[in-house]
């Protein structure tokens, strides 16, 4: 496949550093970039060389789901699920924002890194809908259940400190130190034997994922928020910059 959407640089024999690069939308996910980035992944998995996989982003990490296709084909974030099947380690560089979905993109990566300038929120409340690529469920097992409340209730945003507090992101750097240091981390791990590798990140994850039933709920729910009076005027009223107006 030929990317239009994501780089890729490929930093040894053993890590692939994969770029998100729909800068104009803060590379927020819609269908074509949604398939690159699963493709991409699919490729490193397969791979008998590759170890480790960074993902970042152009400028910002991800704004979340693309709205304008949220609308028109809302199914598309099914195929997000396929990257937590990913075998190998995944170490997100977050810079700018990881808003909604591509917050729920961190939530199935497995090591987070910031910057220092880096933000991050499930803002989907305020469009009157829930979280619909799995926030609800990975969020409680990252943070807690309080925080994910919190996170998912209000919509706010946490800077990058405020993250780190609560177990969200790993490390936080300067910005210009950000890639180097993600880079760095994926080459240790990749030191490493590759089954050993994959080995350890099935066993960890089974241990974190024994209550993962909520995800198909989750996303029936999003689905029928989507279509409601104030689902539409949220979505509706992002759109045209304006706050919503719901019925309660």
Not at 42 to 59: F, N, P, T, W, Y
Not at 107 to 129: R, T, V
Request: hydrophobic share 40%; aromatic share 6%.
């Amino acid at each position: 496949m030929k990317y239009k959407n994501i780089l890729i640089k490929k930093h040894s024999n053993y890590v692939t550093h994969i770029i998100l690069n729909r800068k104009s939308k803060y590379n927020a996910l819609n269908i074509e970039l949604s398939l690159e980035l699963i493709d991409a992944l699919k490729h490193c998995d397969q791979s008998a060389l590759i170890k480790c996989v960074v993902i970042s982003g152009s400028e910002n990490f991800c704004a979340g789901a693309d709205i304008n296709e949220l609308i028109s084909n809302p199914d598309f974030i099914r195929s997000w699920e396929f990257i937590d099947t990913i075998k190998k380690p995944i170490i997100a560089a977050v810079d700018g924002v990881a808003f909604g979905g591509g917050n729920e993109l961190l939530l199935m990566c497995d090591i987070i890194l910031a910057s220092k300038e880096a933000k991050f929120a499930q803002p989907e409340i305020k469009l009157g809908l829930v979280c619909g690529g799995g926030g609800t469920q990975r969020l409680p097992r990252k943070i807690g259940k309080n925080m994910a409340m919190e996170m998912c209730l209000t919509g706010n945003s946490l800077t990058a400190e405020e993250a780190k507090d609560i177990g969200l992101v790993n490390h936080i750097y300067d910005v210009s130190e950000l890639i180097k240091n993600a880079l760095q981390l994926a080459d240790k791990i990749a030191d490493h034997p590759v089954e050993a590798i994959i080995s350890t990140k099935k066993l960890i994850k089974a241990a974190c994922d024994k209550q993962m039933n909520g995800l198909a709920d989750e996303k029936n729910t999003f689905m029928k928020l989507l279509r409601t009076r104030n689902g539409l005027e949220g979505i509706n009223a992002f759109l045209e910059r304006r706050k919503p107006q719901f019925k309660n």
